[in-house]
Protein backbone atom coordinates (compact mmCIF):
# COMPACT_ATOMS: atom_id res chain seq x y z
CA UNK A 1 0.00 0.00 0.00
CA UNK A 2 0.99 3.76 0.34
CA UNK A 3 2.95 3.11 3.59
CA UNK A 4 5.07 0.39 1.81
CA UNK A 5 5.70 2.67 -0.69
CA UNK A 6 6.51 6.08 1.09
CA UNK A 7 9.28 3.78 3.74
CA UNK A 8 10.92 2.44 0.42
CA UNK A 9 10.60 5.45 -1.52
CA UNK A 10 11.81 7.58 1.21
CA UNK A 11 14.94 5.27 1.97
CA UNK A 12 16.23 5.08 -1.90
CA UNK A 13 14.72 1.29 -1.92
CA UNK A 14 12.41 1.54 -4.74
CA UNK A 15 13.27 0.18 -8.12
CA UNK A 16 15.13 3.72 -9.56
CA UNK A 17 17.56 3.36 -12.09
CA UNK A 18 20.92 3.24 -9.88
CA UNK A 19 18.41 0.49 -7.80
CA UNK A 20 17.94 -1.91 -10.86
CA UNK A 21 21.35 -1.62 -11.62
CA UNK A 22 22.72 -2.10 -8.15
CA UNK A 23 20.47 -5.42 -8.25
CA UNK A 24 21.71 -6.76 -11.56
CA UNK A 25 18.17 -6.43 -13.35
CA UNK A 26 19.43 -4.07 -15.89
CA UNK A 27 23.28 -2.98 -17.40
CA UNK A 28 22.37 1.11 -16.71
CA UNK A 29 20.98 3.85 -14.48
CA UNK A 30 19.42 5.94 -16.29
CA UNK A 31 16.30 7.93 -16.35
CA UNK A 32 13.34 6.83 -18.25
CA UNK A 33 12.82 10.22 -18.97
CA UNK A 34 15.18 12.58 -19.14
CA UNK A 35 18.43 9.69 -19.84
CA UNK A 36 20.17 11.61 -17.19
CA UNK A 37 22.58 8.48 -15.24
CA UNK A 38 22.32 7.71 -11.56
CA UNK A 39 18.65 8.16 -11.16
CA UNK A 40 17.42 7.89 -7.53
CA UNK A 41 14.70 8.71 -5.68
CA UNK A 42 15.25 12.27 -5.29
CA UNK A 43 15.68 12.87 -9.34
CA UNK A 44 12.59 11.08 -9.17
CA UNK A 45 11.42 14.39 -7.95
CA UNK A 46 13.50 16.70 -9.83
CA UNK A 47 13.30 15.18 -13.07
CA UNK A 48 14.10 18.12 -15.68
CA UNK A 49 12.39 16.47 -18.23
CA UNK A 50 9.30 18.96 -19.72
CA UNK A 51 6.70 16.11 -18.52
CA UNK A 52 7.74 15.50 -15.20
CA UNK A 53 8.36 19.28 -15.18
CA UNK A 54 4.48 19.87 -15.56
CA UNK A 55 3.79 16.55 -13.27
CA UNK A 56 5.60 18.50 -10.60
CA UNK A 57 3.75 21.84 -11.33
CA UNK A 58 0.59 20.07 -11.54
CA UNK A 59 1.51 18.84 -7.66
CA UNK A 60 2.35 21.72 -6.64
CA UNK A 61 -0.79 23.41 -7.34
CA UNK A 62 -2.74 20.52 -5.86
CA UNK A 63 -0.66 21.26 -2.28
CA UNK A 64 -1.60 25.08 -2.73
CA UNK A 65 -5.12 24.03 -2.56
CA UNK A 66 -4.46 21.97 0.10
CA UNK A 67 -2.69 24.64 2.45
CA UNK A 68 -5.65 27.13 1.60
CA UNK A 69 -8.49 24.03 2.17
CA UNK A 70 -6.35 23.82 5.66
CA UNK A 71 -6.47 27.25 6.86
CA UNK A 72 -2.84 27.75 6.68
CA UNK A 73 -0.87 31.39 7.08
CA UNK A 74 -0.52 33.08 3.82
CA UNK A 75 2.76 33.73 4.73
CA UNK A 76 3.66 30.01 5.67
CA UNK A 77 2.02 28.74 2.77
CA UNK A 78 3.95 31.18 0.92
CA UNK A 79 7.62 29.60 2.77
CA UNK A 80 6.23 25.93 1.92
CA UNK A 81 5.68 26.46 -1.64
CA UNK A 82 8.32 29.02 -2.65
CA UNK A 83 10.86 26.46 -0.56
CA UNK A 84 9.98 23.16 -2.53
CA UNK A 85 9.87 25.24 -5.74
CA UNK A 86 13.75 26.04 -5.28
CA UNK A 87 14.27 22.81 -3.86
CA UNK A 88 13.22 21.18 -7.20
CA UNK A 89 15.04 23.96 -9.32
CA UNK A 90 18.12 23.92 -7.40
CA UNK A 91 18.34 27.48 -6.40
CA UNK A 92 18.67 29.32 -3.24
CA UNK A 93 16.44 28.72 -0.60
CA UNK A 94 13.48 31.18 0.00
CA UNK A 95 14.27 33.31 3.39
CA UNK A 96 10.82 35.31 4.59
CA UNK A 97 11.26 38.86 5.54
CA UNK A 98 8.27 38.24 7.72
CA UNK A 99 7.89 36.34 10.94
CA UNK A 100 4.39 37.43 12.17
CA UNK A 101 3.49 33.43 13.26
CA UNK A 102 7.35 32.00 12.92
CA UNK A 103 7.71 31.44 9.70
CA UNK A 104 11.29 32.53 8.73
CA UNK A 105 11.86 30.77 11.98
CA UNK A 106 10.53 27.33 10.49
CA UNK A 107 12.63 28.24 7.00
CA UNK A 108 15.85 28.58 8.90
CA UNK A 109 15.07 25.50 11.76
CA UNK A 110 14.44 23.43 8.51
CA UNK A 111 17.62 24.77 6.61
CA UNK A 112 20.10 23.13 8.84
CA UNK A 113 17.86 19.86 8.56
CA UNK A 114 17.65 20.02 4.66
CA UNK A 115 15.40 20.95 1.71
CA UNK A 116 15.72 17.15 0.76
CA UNK A 117 14.14 15.93 4.08
CA UNK A 118 11.79 18.61 3.94
CA UNK A 119 10.01 17.54 0.64
CA UNK A 120 10.23 13.58 1.92
CA UNK A 121 8.18 14.69 4.88
CA UNK A 122 11.14 15.46 7.60
CA UNK A 123 9.81 18.63 9.36
CA UNK A 124 11.07 20.56 11.64
CA UNK A 125 8.81 20.85 14.53
CA UNK A 126 8.80 25.14 14.25
CA UNK A 127 6.47 24.48 11.06
CA UNK A 128 3.83 23.29 14.11
CA UNK A 129 4.43 25.31 16.00
CA UNK A 130 4.30 28.61 13.78
CA UNK A 131 1.21 27.00 12.30
CA UNK A 132 -0.59 26.56 15.67
CA UNK A 133 -0.35 30.37 16.71
CA UNK A 134 -2.23 31.30 13.15
CA UNK A 135 -5.18 28.87 14.04
CA UNK A 136 -5.36 30.20 17.83
CA UNK A 137 -6.24 33.28 16.97
CA UNK A 138 -7.91 32.60 13.49
CA UNK A 139 -9.40 29.00 13.47
CA UNK A 140 -9.06 28.00 17.36
CA UNK A 141 -10.77 24.98 16.80
CA UNK A 142 -8.21 23.37 14.51
CA UNK A 143 -4.81 21.32 15.21
CA UNK A 144 -1.74 21.96 14.30
CA UNK A 145 -1.07 18.18 14.30
CA UNK A 146 -4.06 17.56 11.73
CA UNK A 147 -2.61 20.32 9.47
CA UNK A 148 0.90 18.56 9.65
CA UNK A 149 -0.20 15.33 8.55
CA UNK A 150 -2.89 16.80 6.25
CA UNK A 151 0.06 18.54 4.46
CA UNK A 152 2.97 15.68 4.52
CA UNK A 153 0.33 13.26 3.18
CA UNK A 154 -0.07 15.63 0.14
CA UNK A 155 3.59 15.43 -0.51
CA UNK A 156 4.08 12.02 -0.29
CA UNK A 157 0.93 11.91 -2.95
CA UNK A 158 3.31 14.26 -4.93
CA UNK A 159 5.85 11.64 -4.74
CA UNK A 160 3.78 8.85 -5.42
CA UNK A 161 1.94 10.43 -8.61
CA UNK A 162 5.67 11.91 -9.83
CA UNK A 163 6.72 8.12 -9.48
CA UNK A 164 3.86 6.71 -11.44
CA UNK A 165 4.64 8.97 -14.31
CA UNK A 166 7.92 8.14 -14.66
CA UNK A 167 7.25 4.13 -14.50
CA UNK A 168 4.28 4.72 -17.21
CA UNK A 169 6.95 6.64 -19.32
CA UNK A 170 9.02 3.71 -19.11
CA UNK A 171 6.75 1.17 -19.61
CA UNK A 172 4.38 2.90 -22.50
CA UNK A 173 4.78 1.50 -26.21
CA UNK A 174 7.35 3.19 -27.65
CA UNK A 175 9.29 4.02 -24.34
CA UNK A 176 12.96 2.92 -23.24
CA UNK A 177 11.92 -0.64 -21.54
CA UNK A 178 9.94 -1.45 -24.78
CA UNK A 179 12.63 -0.34 -27.26
CA UNK A 180 14.88 -1.98 -25.12
CA UNK A 181 12.90 -5.55 -25.52
CA UNK A 182 12.44 -5.19 -29.24
CA UNK A 183 16.20 -4.37 -29.44
CA UNK A 184 17.10 -7.48 -28.25
CA UNK A 185 13.97 -9.18 -29.68
CA UNK A 186 15.32 -8.41 -33.09
CA UNK A 187 19.16 -9.16 -32.26
CA UNK A 188 18.12 -12.69 -31.20
CA UNK A 189 15.76 -13.25 -33.32
CA UNK A 190 18.22 -12.79 -36.45
CA UNK A 191 20.85 -14.80 -34.50
CA UNK A 192 18.61 -18.15 -34.46
CA UNK A 193 17.45 -17.23 -38.00
CA UNK A 194 21.23 -17.04 -39.46
CA UNK A 195 21.18 -20.73 -38.02
CA UNK A 196 19.38 -21.51 -40.94
CA UNK A 197 17.52 -25.20 -40.30
CA UNK A 198 20.54 -26.36 -37.94
CA UNK A 199 19.04 -28.56 -35.30
CA UNK A 200 15.61 -28.16 -36.13
CA UNK A 201 12.92 -31.23 -37.21
CA UNK A 202 11.61 -31.87 -40.01
CA UNK A 203 7.88 -30.66 -38.26
CA UNK A 204 9.32 -27.51 -37.45
CA UNK A 205 11.09 -26.27 -40.05
CA UNK A 206 7.66 -24.62 -40.98
CA UNK A 207 9.13 -22.45 -38.29
CA UNK A 208 11.70 -21.24 -41.04
CA UNK A 209 9.26 -20.71 -43.50
CA UNK A 210 8.80 -16.88 -42.86
CA UNK A 211 11.13 -14.51 -44.19
CA UNK A 212 13.09 -13.04 -41.81
CA UNK A 213 11.86 -9.33 -42.83
CA UNK A 214 8.14 -10.27 -41.67
CA UNK A 215 9.07 -12.25 -38.58
CA UNK A 216 11.13 -8.92 -37.44
CA UNK A 217 7.39 -6.45 -38.60
CA UNK A 218 5.84 -8.88 -36.24
CA UNK A 219 3.84 -7.61 -32.81
CA UNK A 220 6.23 -7.79 -29.80
CA UNK A 221 3.89 -10.92 -28.86
CA UNK A 222 4.44 -12.92 -31.81
CA UNK A 223 8.34 -12.26 -32.12
CA UNK A 224 8.16 -13.61 -28.36
CA UNK A 225 6.63 -16.92 -29.82
CA UNK A 226 8.62 -17.08 -32.69
CA UNK A 227 11.80 -16.87 -30.46
CA UNK A 228 10.35 -19.14 -27.68
CA UNK A 229 9.58 -21.94 -30.49
CA UNK A 230 12.24 -22.04 -32.35
CA UNK A 231 14.37 -22.48 -29.28
CA UNK A 232 12.37 -25.07 -27.90
CA UNK A 233 12.85 -27.00 -31.21
CA UNK A 234 16.29 -26.81 -31.47
CA UNK A 235 16.62 -28.03 -27.90
CA UNK A 236 14.28 -31.13 -27.92
CA UNK A 237 16.77 -31.78 -30.99
CA UNK A 238 20.02 -30.97 -28.69
CA UNK A 239 18.61 -33.53 -26.31
CA UNK A 240 17.33 -36.66 -27.83
CA UNK A 241 17.60 -36.74 -31.39
CA UNK A 242 16.32 -40.15 -31.43
CA UNK A 243 13.14 -38.90 -29.80
CA UNK A 244 12.79 -35.59 -31.91
CA UNK A 245 12.58 -37.85 -35.08
CA UNK A 246 10.25 -40.45 -33.70
CA UNK A 247 8.15 -37.40 -32.85
CA UNK A 248 8.53 -35.99 -36.60
CA UNK A 249 7.53 -39.47 -38.10
CA UNK A 250 4.45 -40.00 -35.59
CA UNK A 251 3.22 -36.96 -36.31
CA UNK A 252 3.41 -37.60 -40.13
CA UNK A 253 1.67 -40.76 -39.56
CA UNK A 254 -1.26 -39.50 -37.64
CA UNK A 255 -1.54 -36.54 -40.73
CA UNK A 256 -1.73 -38.59 -42.86
CA UNK A 257 -3.93 -41.40 -40.98
CA UNK A 258 -6.41 -37.92 -40.70
CA UNK A 259 -6.06 -37.46 -44.88
CA UNK A 260 -7.08 -40.97 -45.72
CA UNK A 261 -10.23 -41.26 -43.15
CA UNK A 262 -13.19 -41.20 -45.13
CA UNK A 263 -14.93 -37.68 -44.76
CA UNK A 264 -17.93 -37.68 -41.83
CA UNK A 265 -21.76 -36.94 -43.56
CA UNK A 266 -21.96 -33.46 -44.86
CA UNK A 267 -17.88 -32.74 -44.81
CA UNK A 268 -16.08 -32.49 -48.19
CA UNK A 269 -13.84 -35.26 -49.77
CA UNK A 270 -10.55 -33.81 -49.53
CA UNK A 271 -9.23 -32.97 -52.68
CA UNK A 272 -5.75 -34.45 -53.76
Not at 55 to 80: G, M, S, V, Y
Not at 132 to 149: D, E, G, N, V
Not at 249 to 270: D, I, N, S, V, Y
Request: charged share 25%.
Amino acid sequence: GMQRFWVKFSTGFLGTGRKQRERGYQDHDECPRCKAVDEDNVHVLRCPSPEANKKWDENIRAIQLELNRNHTAPTIATAILENLKAWHSGTGPFIPQSNQWGERDAVLAQQRLGWTNFTFGRWHYQWSRSQQRYLLLHHPRRSSKRWTIAIIHKMYMTAWDLWDHRNKTLHAPGGPKSLAERTQLTMDITTEYEQGLTGIGAMDRVLMQEPLAKILGGTTSSQRKWLQSIRLARQARQHDPALAERLTLQRQQELMHRWLQPATPGQPQPHG
